[in-house]
């Protein structure tokens, strides 16, 4: 197979979504558009990606190195149509000996498996393929014209006649060309229809001129939709979701109930994992086999190991790597911070900036303070350390292994090894106070009402 470059048009600012980002940034599934499609686009190992961005857009430019690292850019300073962002990758792809595939920066749930099928549809007499899909409602769409399986033309929803626009199949954008064809037609497009654009559509009438055939690759409506606003964005968040929650399930995760369920698109679950209701995991999880996530999770950055179980309501923040059959319950929140095979840390704490050793059990309550105000420290807890509840633990501070520390105790010292520490005023008892505070309270009480 012939070496693969990509070209990527990231140009809009997308006025539509009323925003500062740049549109391609917007995410879905916590992963910007562009990265889903520069992902795609990875896993076909292009030789050459080249994203076309507009001006002053050095955030597209960091976010596409940071999956493609030796990523090209061009820069497409007025917006005079498709053809002429393609265009822009010339120099990019000067002498470059392969195919080209035109991808979009806002069509983002375009798959792998479907890009290598418009690619094999590439041989010695279709240098050109392009991705078409059945649209619903195919007004705004360019229409492709066919003849024996093969693309002869695409007509703009403006230019189309009548009968034209009747067609019902439709032009995805997405296109694969040889490297060296694209750049021999590309200077013939003209700006002359209804929009005054160059439009990238018309290399298909140009390649059949240059006596080649264009293929036709079929796709799913949903795997080409564009992103204009917001409620688009929200429409793919969806159909991303759906995918992922039955991808979940068809690798051995149980979902209890699915729609509530919410993935990034890097998650990645063991098998035999159960997902109670409403668990949302932001980006960077990984969880290994028989974990439980019980009800109300929010989960990100962290690594999950096998047999543990988190929650309910529980919250893992960057950082938090919980060990074999650990325990994390309620109300407790992990950040930054090691638990070792078998702790537990059931009710009610914050345990940031922190190791815990294997077998420690952490009381309700308990709050590692790593922030003085100014800088995070660190909390070291060794093996099989009990922490009382209600204990602050004042970083930076080391809790020995086997130590014990009695409840509502604030550590601000190191603790030995099998120690116990203890904070903690002498407890005084007053025989039958209560019952004469309530008497003389009451008292007062009623002589007012008299
Ligand atoms: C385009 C296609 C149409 C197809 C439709 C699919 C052309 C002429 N038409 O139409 O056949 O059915 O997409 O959604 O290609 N862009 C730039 N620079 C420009 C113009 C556009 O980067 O100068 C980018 C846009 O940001 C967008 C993409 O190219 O990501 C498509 O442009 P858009 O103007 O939305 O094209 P459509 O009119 O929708
Ligand atoms: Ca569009």
Known sequence: MSELALVVLAAGMGTRMKSALPKVLHKIAGRSMLAHVLHAGKALGAARVVVVHGPDMIAVEKEAANVITDCAFAEQSERLGTGHAVSMAKDALLGFKGVTLVLYGDVPLITAETLKGLLAKLDAKHKMAVLGFEAENSHGYGRLITKNKDVLDIREQLDASPRERKIKLCNSGIMALDNALLWQIMPKLLNKNAKGEYYLTDLVKLANKAKTKVALAMCGETEVAGVNDRNQLSV??????????????????????????YFSADTKLGQDVVVEPNVYFGPKVIVADDVEILANSHLEGCVISSGARIGPFA??????EIGENAHIGNFVEIKK??????????????????????????GAGTITCNYDGYEKHLTEIGAHVFVGSNSSLVAPVKIGAGANIAASSVITRDVPADALAMTRPELQIKEGWAKRYRAVKQAAKDSKRK
Do not use: W
């Open 236 to 261: 793919l968040e969806r159909a991303f979701q759906r995918e992922a929650r039955c991808a979940a399930m068809e690798q051995g995760a149980t979902l209890i109930d699915p729609d509530t369920v």
């Open 315 to 320: 919250r893992l923040r960057p950082g938090a």
């Open 337 to 362: 911070a090691k638990v070792g095979k078998g702790a537990k840390a059931n009710h009610l704490s914050y345990i940031g900036d922190a190791v815990v050793g294997p077998g420690s059990n952490i």
